[in-house]
Each structure stands twice: as structure tokens, then as C-alpha cells.
């Protein structure tokens, strides 16, 4: 055996122990020297960062002091401004007292409906009058329902301190017995008619039937002179209304009526007067000391700010009846549901000049009680269903006797007991099933149901529109009808929710002229533009699905609480109440911050454009955002077309809002945050990825909006800001606070 193989070396040299230690030391060496560095960098960020927050902070408490040394004189100056709030409110009374007057030497013999004995004098005249021919009661309900209009606006429009309790309360009795005499003058017309049906024989059927309308109200009548069962349907060609009757009731003497009214005398009375959530014009002086004491107090002016009630008080009315008396009832003492004492509102009336003309307060049990009413699902809830397209009153009338003609004679038996109506199902067979009467109603051309509306019938004994009673109901969209079914003959209304369309999507608010503006508010379903001129505005256009609708409004000078009711009476309804908070998610914000900035966005509005900004939901309750341009009257007019254009694809598109805010940045759009008592300029734009308050960069604090923006503003923008008519700056903000858009948006 011979000698053994040495293995090979693996050509790896062992490391020895003291080389090893070796590499570990310059290891830790290099590794408390890279920490070393680490912290000095850390160190040395730390200190920058520190420096600069100082700096930061230094240059901040310069801009606050510099804030606070100018603010008297700043407040001194919007005071100033804040005079055509005052000047608006004594032209709008002089101008009530020249219209009583301007009446008085008319001597036209139409009565003053504030003047008690002259409407009692009015209505007992008409009510002993025996001539029934229908055109001349429907000729005399266009002038009751001037009346009734002109008291409805007297109680929306005059302000608490102009009228007391005792005439609000005449008022409000003065419209519910024009609407109830109203109501009885259209029976015995109907009852006229019907004593002479064969006039209006129908040469087919044999049967009576009528058509007669005017712009207020259409009477369809139908009486059943043959008794056929094979007659037990009719369709009125001019109205399109129709329905289709039991046998029963096709065998007996019955006559039936559809009096549509194109408005609403059913509804309680609260509803048919909604007022808009209203704020008295700013007294400046107590502002002004106010906010020196400001200076002194930061702290204890944001508790007053935070305690701020949310909104002045709405106006509602309340009625027991058709016949009954009323009184003004607030139903909510802030849009935020802020139970207030009368001390604690008079209390806070030194920053804000709050007043209604609400006399009666409801208290906490009567506001529960109120809500448990509501539980029943069959009970429309008023505060979020409205009536919008009249009101339909389906009637079955007992057949009163014919003219007889005997030789030259004309001969009718003669009962004292009125109209008549025919008890369909039968009293006396309450529990046997009886077939139910089908009902088809042409839809008005001039409302707008954005949804398929909710049909419910009127309960007399309990004052409410109720849903059970109706069923099998159809809607045909593109024949503008709707088919139901219901159990008796009630007086039925199509009700829309209220708030289809809040929150908007975007606003904008331009001026176009001197002392005039656009209003253009786009919400889901429609985009509307509201012209400003003066002391009016108008509808400009209503765009829903690209296509322009409700031309019949389009293009009337109204006044603010006209065009709400007429836009409200339309269904397009962006104006909310004092419920309204319940039913839409609101970007709620501060009131000081809301109301302040729609004042203030007025006093401006002549020179500036302000518009809706996606960071005003991310700004917290304590402070607004918005958009502004110093917009140039004598450029704005072609911008807000090519805009007009643009919008009209975005309605219906929720996301393509963003889209339209990113083409519509080309315009120099500034973001600005206010709080009520200090307004700064953003850093941020609309496009930026977060939310941020900082400050922009050479820009300062300023105590009052106008400040902020007259220092970017040219001479000719501030003329025009100190030059522009107290009517118009009014009526901005009216709708500014009726659409409350910087909550609801």
C-alpha cells in the first residue's frame, strides 16, 4: 500500500483572530461615524426647521398685530359699505308706503288687502253677488288671487319691525277666507253648470260634457244624463284628464269634477308661505365696537362666533283649517336646531341684528308631538314632500233636476241646499268591498318632476295629505301622464322631495355690467342662471338633460321672493328651508363665517366673481372657501356663454364637475378663506392634492373680505365696488342667503 495523497488547499486562507478583531473595529469605527453624521444632519435640519417656524412664526404674529392695528379703520370702512344694506331697506319701505298710496288715488275700486274693513267690504259684496256664470267667477278669482299674493309677499317681504302681531295675524285670516270664499264661488258656478247640462250635451254620448279654463284653474265637469254602463269613461280632449267609473256609479245620477287649480289653497298655510331664512341688515356701529373689543378678547369673540345661531329664524305659518284663524309659528329656531332662549338671542343681536316675525315659540313638547305625528308611514311629511303642479280636487256631485221645457216655459225644481256630493263608497256599506274609480291626469307642461311624483290625497279631519287610499299607479314619462286608482273621490296633489336638487354641484356668481351679475347654480339634475339687475333679477334659463325647459318664466323681472315662489312653483327648488338640513348632507359652516361672507361677496359683487371650491368642504365649520376672479364687467359677457355651452354637457354628470373646474382654471382664480372676522388669501389652488391653510406667499391678514380683495384689485374694480346701487348689492345678497350656497354645495 503506498503512501496517501495530501490534500489540496482549498485556496481559502484563514483569517486570523486578530485581523478579525481588526475588521469589527474599523466596522464599528465606520458605523458610529455614519450615525455621527446622522444626527449632525438631523441636528442640523432640526435647527433649520426650528429657524424656520420662527421665522415663520415671527412673520406671522407681524401679519396678526399688523391685522389688528388696521382693523378699527378697516371696520370703519366696511361700514361704511354696509349703509346701502340700510339704504335698501328704507327704499324697499318708502316704496310700500308709495304703493298704498299710489292705491289710494287709483280709486280703480279694487280694495287694499291690508285695510280690514275694505277686503271684509270686498268679500261680503261678492258673497251676497248671485250671478254664477263661471267666466265671470273665474274672471273675479284672478283678482282674489291678486289679493291673496299681494298679502303672501307683504308677509314674506316686510320686515318684523314694519308690521305687528295684530296685522299678521289679519293678514293671515284675510288670505284663508279669500281662499275659502274662492272655493265656494267655484261650487256654485259648478252647481250653475250643472243645472243646465244639456246645454253641454255631447252629441255622441248624450252625456253633459265641459272644459273651461283660464291661466289660474280648469273645470272639467262630466255629468252622467244617459246612465249607460257602457259610458263609464270619459277622457277630456282639451285637458287630458280622464277617468274611468264603477258600474255603480254609471247607472246613477252623478255628475263628476276635476277643478285642477294651478295653485295650492290646501296645504296648511305655514307651507303655502315659506319664507326664506332671513337676516336683518348688520348695524355697523355696534360691529365696529364689537370688534375692538375684539382686539382685547380673541377668545371670548370665537365662543361667540361658535355660539352664533346658525341662521336667522325662518318664517313659518301654521293653520288648523281651511276656515280656521292662524298664527305664525316658528318651527325651528335655527336652520342648525338650535334651541335659544329670547335672552340668549337678544343677547347675541350685538353681532348679528336677528328679528322675525314669529310671534309664537314652539316649545320642546309641542316640537316632539309634532315629530311622533309624523310616524305614520301614510302621513306625508310637509318638510320634505312639497305639492309642486296645483292642486286636483276629483269630486262626484249628485246630479242636481234639469230644465224641463214645457210649451214656452222653462221649468226647474229649485232646492236650497247647494252643491251636493255624491258619497261614493256608499255610507251605509262601508265594509263591503266596492270597485275602485281609475283616475288619468295630463301632467302640466310647466312643472318640472324630476322624479316619478308621489301621489296622496287630502285629509280634511286631520289637515294633512295622506298616501294610503291610492294604488296602481302608472306614469308614462313621454305621454306626461299619470294613472291611478283610489277608493273614494278625494282632492289629490303629485308632491316632489323638496331637495332633489341640493347639494348643488357648483356655483358661480359674475358680474356682467355695472350693477349686474349671474347667479348660476348647477345641481344634479338641472343647471339654472339667474340675471341680476338692480333691485330685480330673472330667470335666464333652466338647462336640464341639455335642453332648455320652463321658457313660460324665462325672461321676467321678478323680485327675489317672486322668483323663489315661481321657481319653487316650477319644481326646481334651490332655496332651503328651515328643515332642509335633516334631509341633505349640508357642508354645515359657521353662521358668522356664512352670513358674513354672502354680505360681504355683495358689497363686491359689482367687481368680483366668486365661485364654488372643493376645498370649502374641507375647510372645517369655522371658515368658508371659495373662488374669486376680479372679473371685468366688459369682458364677462362672452365668458359666461362659452361657459353656458360647457355647462350644459356637465349636467346629469356628477364627476365631470372636477373636469369642468380643471378647464375652467384657465381663469385666474384665486382661493380665498374667510371666518367672519379675518380673511386671508390661499396658497393652495384648486388642483392641489390636500388642503392647506398657509398663507400665499407677499399676501396678508385682512378683518373684512373687501379689504382682502381690493389688495390685488385695480382703481377701476374698487370704483366700481364703491359706486355700485344699494338695490343691487340687496338683491345679491338675498339669493345669496335664499341658496345658502356655501352650505349646500
Not at 415663520?56 to 407681524?62: F, I, P, S, T
Not at 260634457?209 to 249607460?228: E, G, M, P
Not at 289653497?265 to 365696537?289: A, G, Y
Request: some cysteine; overall charge negative; aromatic content about 8%.
Amino acid at each position: 500500500m503506498g503512501p496517501k495523497k495530501k490534500k489540496k488547499s482549498s485556496g481559502k486562507k484563514k483569517v486570523s483572530k486578530a485581523e478579525r478583531l481588526r475588521l469589527q473595529k474599523e466596522e464599528e469605527e465606520r458605523r458610529l461615524k455614519e450615525e455621527e453624521e446622522a444626527q449632525f444632519q438631523a441636528q442640523q435640519e432640526e435647527a433649520a426647521r426650528l429657524e424656520k417656524e420662527r421665522i415663520e412664526q415671527e412673520q406671522m404674529e407681524k401679519l396678526e398685530a399688523k391685522d389688528q392695528e388696521r382693523r378699527e379703520s378697516e371696520l370703519a370702512e366696511l361700514h361704511s359699505l354696509e349703509q346701502k344694506f340700510l339704504s335698501a331697506q328704507q327704499w324697499k319701505t318708502d316704496y310700500r308706503a308709495y304703493g298704498k298710496w299710489e292705491h289710494y288715488l287709483s280709486c280703480d275700486g279694487s280694495p287694499d288687502p291690508t285695510v280690514l274693513q275694505e277686503i271684509n267690504t270686498f268679500m261680503s259684496l261678492w258673497r251676497d253677488d248671485q250671478n254664477e256664470d263661471i267666466q265671470l267667477v273665474m274672471e273675479k278669482g284672478e283678482q282674489v288671487l291678486n289679493l291673496i299674493e299681494k298679502l303672501q309677499f307683504l308677509l314674506l317681504d316686510t320686515p318684523p319691525s314694519e308690521i305687528t302681531e295684530k296685522e299678521t295675524v289679519q293678514y293671515q285670516e284675510s288670505i284663508l277666507e279669500l281662499q275659502n270664499l274662492l272655493h265656494q264661488k267655484y261650487n256654485g258656478a259648478t252647481e250653475h253648470l250643472l243645472k243646465t247640462a244639456n246645454m253641454y250635451e255631447d252629441s255622441e254620448t248624450g252625456n253633459m260634457q265641459a272644459v273651461i279654463k283660464d291661466k289660474n284653474v280648469t273645470f272639467c265637469i262630466w255629468a252622467n244624463l244617459k246612465k249607460k254602463v257602457r259610458l263609464k269613461n270619459h277622457v277630456f280632449c282639451e285637458a287630458q284628464h280622464g277617468f274611468d267609473l264603477p258600474k255603480s256609479l254609471a247607472m246613477s245620477s252623478v255628475a263628476v269634477r276635476i277643478l285642477h287649480t294651478y295653485y295650492d289653497h290646501v296645504s296648511p298655510l305655514w307651507l303655502q308661505c315659506q319664507s326664506v331664512p332671513r337676516l336683518e341688515v348688520l348695524d355697523s356701529k355696534e360691529l365696529t365696537q364689537h370688534s375692538k373689543d375684539n382686539v382685547e378678547e380673541p377668545e371670548e369673540e370665537e365662543k361667540k362666533a361658535r355660539e352664533e345661531p346658525s341662521m336667522p329664524t325662518e318664517e313659518e305659518m301654521c293653520s288648523d283649517g281651511r276656515k280656521s284663524a292662524v298664527s305664525f309659528k316658528e318651527n325651528s329656531n335655527s336652520i342648525a336646531d338650535i334651541n335659544e332662549t329670547e335672552e340668549e338671542i337678544e343677547k347675541k343681536s350685538e353681532i348679528l341684528d336677528i328679528s322675525s316675525q314669529v310671534q309664537h315659540l314652539l316649545t320642546q313638547e309641542e316640537m316632539n308631538e309634532k315629530e311622533e305625528a309624523i310616524t305614520d308611514e301614510n302621513i306625508v311629511d310637509l318638510q320634505q314632500f312639497v305639492p309642486v303642479g296645483g292642486v286636483y280636487h276629483i269630486d262626484a256631485l249628485q246630479l242636481p233636476p234639469q230644465v224641463k221645457q214645457i210649451k214656452d216655459w222653462s221649468m226647474v225644481e229649485v232646492l236650497d241646499v247647494g252643491l251636493q256630493a255624491y258619497s261614493y263608497p256608499p255610507e251605509e256599506a262601508e265594509d263591503a268591498t266596492h270597485p275602485p274609480i281609475q283616475i288619468t291626469l295630463r301632467l302640466s307642461d310647466n312643472v318640472m318632476y324630476f322624479e316619478d311624483p308621489v301621489i296622496a290625497r287630502w285629509d280634511p279631519a286631520g289637515q294633512q295629505w295622506r298616501t294610503d287610499g291610492i294604488s296602481n299607479i302608472t306614469h308614462e314619462r313621454q305621454a306626461k301622464s299619470i294613472t291611478f286608482e283610489m277608493r273614494a273621490f278625494y282632492t289629490i296633489a303629485l308632491l316632489q322631495d323638496a331637495h332633489l336638487n341640493m347639494p348643488y354641484q357648483a356655483w358661480e356668481l359674475q358680474p356682467t355690467g355695472m350693477d349686474e351679475a349671474l347667479l348660476i347654480v348647477t345641481t344634479v339634475f338641472a343647471t339654472i342662471q339667474i340675471q341680476i339687475k338692480g333691485n330685480q333679477c330673472m330667470l335666464s334659463s333652466v338647462v336640464v338633460e341639455e335642453k332648455d325647459v320652463l321658457s313660460y318664466v324665462t325672461g321676467k323681472w321678478l323680485s327675489p321672493v317672486d322668483l323663489r315662489a315661481v321657481l319653487k312653483k316650477a319644481g326646481v327648488n334651490i332655496f332651503p328651508g328651515a328643515y332642509s338640513h335633516k334631509y341633505v348632507s349640508v357642508n354645515k359652516k359657521a353662521p358668522l363665517a356664512e352670513v358674513r361672507a354672502y354680505q360681504q361677496m355683495a358689497l363686491v359683487a359689482s367687481a368680483f366673481a366668486f365661485a364654488w371650491s372643493k376645498w370649502n368642504l374641507e375647510a372645517g365649520q369655522e371658515q368658508v372657501v371659495f373662488k374669486e376672479s376680479g372679473a371685468a364687467a366688459g369682458v364677462a359677457k362672452p365668458c359666461i356663454l362659452q361657459r353656458q355651452t360647457r355647462w350644459k354637457i356637465l349636467v346629469l354628470i356628477q364627476y365631470l364637475v372636477s373636469e369642468h373646474l380643471k378647464a375652467d382654471s384657465v381663469k385666474d382664480w384665486s382661493l380665498y378663506m374667510f371666518n367672519g372676522q379675518k380673511a386671508q388669501k390661499l396658497k393652495i389652488t384648486e388642483t392641489s392634492e390636500a388642503f392647506s391653510d398657509e398663507l400665499e406667499e407677499d399676501s396678508e391678514f385682512h378683518s373684512t373680505l373687501y379689504h382682502m380683495l381690493k389688495d390685488c384689485a385695480s382703481k377701476e374694480a374698487i370704483d366700481k365696488v364703491e359706486t355700485a346701487n344699494f338695490l343691487f348689492i340687496d338683491v345679491v345678497y338675498q339669493l345669496l342667503l335664499a341658496t345658502r350656497v356655501l352650505t349646500y354645495s
